[in-house]
């Protein structure tokens, strides 16, 4: 089956810290993807992990560790406009398995 | 470059009525995604294109649900008769073929259907 799980909903203050967790079980692995979506919108890709490990790319990092299905995005110096969705997506074989997605809302 | 194109934005009908969605994507991807989106919930895969060809449709439930791509350019998906639990956001997404394990799906702004 395919399983994945993130928090239902986070806070934080502007100009602080987050990280989003994500855990995964699917039957295959191509990679793991974040995207944002703000309320009434697209989603938009963020980041890409197919190894283990930390990639950062600005305000944003996500980290992957396949051997225990776990991935989180870290995103630093939280700005108003962060306040939306984020979804974690593993690509498995062709397709991609969505999670329910989590809700942060930056407060000022 | 222009991104993934879909029509309507939104879309009320009554029950039982047939309704349809319209999807452009970016130009030279051949693979094609239909999600349905829930409120609250993360996009589940309806149908995945590659080319004219649908590869998989297993999730779309195929008495009420239909797709097509014509040509492997535009495609469309239609539900005839809709339900009330058919009211959710319709994604459309493209992506360069998926024979890679990196190809970043790029979606379109979605179509919000309500059922009354």
């Known amino acids: 089956g395919q399983n994945i799980d993130q928090p239902t909903e986070m806070t934080a203050t502007e100009g602080a810290i987050v990280q989003i967790n994500c855990t995964y079980q699917t039957s295959g692995f191509n990679g793991l993807f974040w995207y944002q979506q703000h309320a009434a919108e697209a989603p938009t890709f963020l980041s890409y992990?197919?190894?283990?490990g930390l990639e950062e790319k600005g305000r944003f990092s996500s980290f992957l560790s396949r051997s225990k299905g776990y991935s989180y995005l870290l995103l630093k110096e939280l700005q108003m406009k962060d306040s939306a969705s984020y979804l974690c997506a593993v690509k498995s074989g062709q397709n991609f398995v969505f999670g329910p997605g989590t809700r942060l809302s930056v407060l000022p | 470059e222009a991104g993934v194109v879909q029509s309507p934005r939104y879309k009320i009908i009554e029950k039982k009525q047939p309704v349809a969605f319209w999807c452009n994507p970016i130009s030279g991807h051949n693979t094609l995604y239909w999600y349905r989106q829930n409120l609250g919930q993360g996009p589940e895969l309806l149908i995945r294109y590659e080319n004219e060809e649908a590869v998989d449709d297993s999730q779309l439930p195929k008495d009420r649900f239909s797709a097509e791509r014509l040509k492997g350019v535009d495609s469309t998906l239609k539900i005839q008769p809709a339900e009330l639990g058919d009211s959710a956001v319709y994604l459309c997404a493209s992506s360069f073929r998926s024979g890679s394990k990196y190809n970043e799906q790029f979606f379109g702004p979605g179509t919000r259907l309500t059922v009354l």
């Open positions: 992990n197919v190894l283990d």
